[in-house]
């Protein structure tokens, strides 16, 4: 693919303000933003995704709303999905700004990764696999991954059917999930790119994670949660990636207190974090800047300068860097 810009990506863990920066660096560069979250592409879920509100929004942005809970989605899909759309806003002479929390929906969109067919929806084996897990449990189906591709299982957590199943696929299509995994630390780049990161103490970003997810009950994550389960979308918020939907399911099923719920949600979300900040920080090519003071303003600077005096990845020699304050 051929833009006329790199695309901008701004990532880091949940709550380091990449949403607010990524709007604000499509401001000041006339472009549009691009989500790159995995939990965001569903409609109706808003609050507990931290999705940035219709009335908040000060540029177009791509990526929100794309299908119902519990429909199937993939990171294949997404590619298609973000690269279509990053040629839609480059014909228009806007530069796209992606905001990613999802590593790998951010690594799919940029780098050169080719899908097997085992990485797509409406897949017979993957349909089989859900169905298994709801009647034994997930840990009854990872077992069986164990005992056929122990090296891809010791990589997936028991309760991640969506990944255990996916490993299945893979090995049906002769191809080892792990295998995948490995290959993923050394593709080629298709986009050429900015990379920002944005860097919060692990203290800090706990105490924001924490605020936030108050926030959210005061906006009304409750009232949200009864809306969807009242829509009959129970299977989709209560899977193992809804963090702040299944807990909320659970209080209002009578398991547990409303404080039991929300501590939960914080818990998860620290070790959500924790995860993010692992993956991306093997990713040498972003340009990491202390968020641990929130500063939009400051950040802005910061990352514009960065724009200004780095080479794009994904480009052959300086000579081929782009100008991407004009």
């Given amino acids: 693919?051929?833009?006329?810009?790199?695309?901008?990506?701004?990532?880091?863990?949940?709550?380091?303000?990449?949403?607010?920066?990524?709007?604000?660096?499509?401001?000041?560069?006339?472009?549009?933003?691009?989500?790159?979250?995995?939990?965001?592409?569903?409609?109706?879920?808003?609050?507990?995704?931290?999705?940035?509100?219709?009335?908040?929004?000060?540029?177009?942005?791509?990526?929100?709303?794309?299908?119902?809970?519990?429909?199937?989605?993939?990171?294949?899909?997404?590619?298609?999905?973000?690269?279509?759309?990053?040629?839609?806003?480059?014909?228009?002479?806007?530069?796209?700004?992606?905001?990613?929390?999802?590593?790998f929906y951010v690594r799919s969109a940029i780098d050169d990764y080719h899908?097997?067919?085992?990485?797509?929806?409406?897949?017979?084996?993957?349909?089989?696999?859900?169905?298994?897990?709801?009647?034994?449990?997930?840990?009854?189906?990872?077992?069986?991954?164990?005992?056929?591709?122990?090296?891809?299982?010791?990589?997936?957590?028991?309760?991640?059917?969506?990944?255990?199943?996916?490993?299945?696929?893979?090995?049906?299509?002769?191809?080892?999930?792990?295998?995948?995994?490995?290959?993923?630390?050394?593709?080629?780049?298709?986009?050429?790119?900015?990379?920002?990161g944005l860097l919060v103490d692990p203290d800090i970003l706990r105490k924001r994670i924490d605020e936030r997810v108050d926030q959210m009950l005061s906006q009304g994550l409750v009232d949200e949660v009864q809306n969807l389960l009242n829509k009959g979308l129970r299977e989709g918020i209560t899977a193992p990636q809804a963090i702040g939907y299944k807990e909320i399911v659970r209080y209002l099923d009578g398991e547990i207190s409303l404080d039991e719920a929300v501590n939960l949600i914080k818990v998860t979300t620290h070790r959500y974090a924790k995860r993010q900040r692992t993956w991306f920080r093997k990713d040498k090519r972003i340009h990491w800047i202390n968020a641990d003071k929130f500063d939009l303003k400051k950040l802005t600077a910061q990352s514009l300068d960065i724009l200004s005096h780095s080479t794009p990845s994904g480009l052959g020699t300086k000579d081929d860097k782009d100008t991407p304050c004009q």
């Avoid at 409609?43 to 219709?54: E, H």
């Avoid at 169905?131 to 957590?157: P, R």
């Fill in 1 to 103: 693919m051929t833009l006329r810009h790199p695309v901008i990506c701004v990532v880091g863990p949940t709550a380091s303000g990449k949403t607010a920066l990524a709007q604000e660096l499509a401001l000041q560069l006339q472009g549009e933003v691009v989500s790159a979250d995995s939990m965001q592409i569903y409609t109706g879920m808003d609050i507990g995704t931290g999705k940035l509100l219709p009335q908040d929004r000060l540029v177009p942005h791509h990526g929100f709303d794309l299908i119902e809970p519990g429909e199937p989605y993939s990171a294949a899909l997404f590619q298609s999905f973000a690269r279509q759309t990053f040629e839609d806003i480059d014909s228009r002479g806007k530069r796209v700004v992606l905001a990613g929390g999802t590593g």
């Fill in 115 to 196: 899908f097997p067919e085992g990485e797509q929806v409406d897949n017979p084996i993957r349909e089989a696999c859900l169905a298994y897990a709801k009647t034994y449990g997930s840990q009854a189906l990872w077992d069986q991954l164990n005992q056929i591709d122990s090296e891809s299982a010791a990589l997936i957590a028991p309760a991640d059917t969506k990944r255990i199943s996916r490993a299945f696929e893979l090995y049906a299509d002769g191809v080892s999930y792990a295998d995948q995994r490995r290959k993923l630390q050394t593709l080629p780049q298709a986009i050429p790119a900015y990379f920002i």
